[in-house]
């Protein structure tokens, strides 16, 4: 996988690009973020291409009230041609973030999950229809893909994205045109074994449209996963059945309310997800089963892609 460009951002108080671009509020702009908030940096797409009408202007914050969902736009800062993954990490005792954006290219590869706890780091392949396995050499800072053998995933099913049971024993993988989920027990050596253990489908059974399934995630407790469903413009909920092998039983699905979601965020007990085609953002809070509710709070944000608040550490 190349990245094409990554551009890193040492931000001061909370963070710096919620003080870039607003001349007139630059001196106290960090007081206006209340305390309890954390910041929202939200991925977009700044150009048309094929398969979208990017029209942001870069990288948004927001500030994000754990308490109750809400969202405060902020600004947003130029960082290059769609600036659509982030990451990062606080540091300082919250006082710093370190964001690094990954602007996109054309690579068949459209995400990394690296185990945690391990030297393993699994990458999709939606073009060919593969996950490559790759460990890394700590001696050289290289990654190997030639110590584990690739995983076939069905012809056509399209592998996007991965995320890891906190067990540390179950990876999951949404296929993009494919619409399922497989769910896979890790190796000894965390490693994926040649075949998934289930295969489960996170459409309804009677959708006849046409959906192309985009993010995963599994909650911090290993009780649920999530995924979202562009087309059928939903969040599929499964129910993991077994902490043992992570088998899923698909709940229900709880509209995006809006058009092409594409990235889904956990944070305490929220559920943000990003429509990329209606340029919303919405806000969910997770029910004890799993189910979602939404707010009643919401963000407008032009193309939005991915989604994330940094840790602290």
């Known amino acids: 996988m190349r990245i094409s460009q990554v551009i890193l951002f040492l931000s001061g108080a909370i963070a710096a690009l919620t003080c870039i671009n607003i001349a007139s509020a ?34 948004s914050t927001f ?8 969202l405060t736009y902020l600004n947003v800062t130029d960082v290059g041609v769609n600036p659509t993954f982030v990451l990062g990490k606080t540091i300082n005792d919250g006082k710093k973030q370190i964001i690094y954006v990954n602007n996109e290219s054309n690579d068949n590869s459209t995400s990394t999950t690296w185990v945690p706890g391990s030297d393993v780091v699994f990458a999709p392949d939606l073009g060919t229809d593969r996950i490559v ?39 999951y993988v949404v296929d993009e045109f494919g619409n399922h989920v497989g769910v896979y027990i890790l190796n000894k050596d965390k490693s994926l074994p040649a075949t998934a253990i289930q295969n489960i489908s996170a459409l309804p059974a009677d959708f006849t449209g046409s959906s192309d399934s985009a993010d995963i995630h599994v909650t911090k407790d290993g009780q ?40 889904l965020l956990l944070y305490k007990g929220f559920l943000l997800v990003s429509n ?8 969910f809070r997770r ?5 979602l509710t939404h707010t009643g709070h919401s963000a407008k944000s032009s193309s939005p892609v991915g989604l994330y608040i940094a840790p602290t550490i």
């Open 63 to 70: 500030s994000f009230n754990p308490k109750d969902g809400s």
């Open 287 to 291: 029910n004890a089963d799993g189910t």
């Open 276 to 283: 990329q085609n209606s340029d919303n953002i919405e806000v």
């Open 133 to 171: 396995q790759y460990k890394f050499d700590e001696v050289n800072q290289k990654f190997d893909n030639t110590t584990f053998p690739i995983v076939k995933r069905a012809p056509g099913s399209g592998p996007r994205h991965m995320d890891i049971h906190p067990s540390g024993k179950i990876a």
């Open 26 to 59: 630059a001196s106290n702009c960090d007081s206006n973020i209340p305390e309890e908030n954390v910041v929202l940096y939200v991925g977009a797409y700044t150009r048309i291409e094929p398969h979208v009408n990017g029209s942001a202007k870069g990288l």
């Open 224 to 263: 649920f996963v999530y995924t979202s469903n562009r087309g059928h413009n939903s969040i599929s909920i499964f129910k993991v059945k077994s902490q043992e092998d992570g088998t899923l039983e698909l709940i229900g699905h709880e509209s995006s309310r809006g058009a092409f979601p594409r990235s």
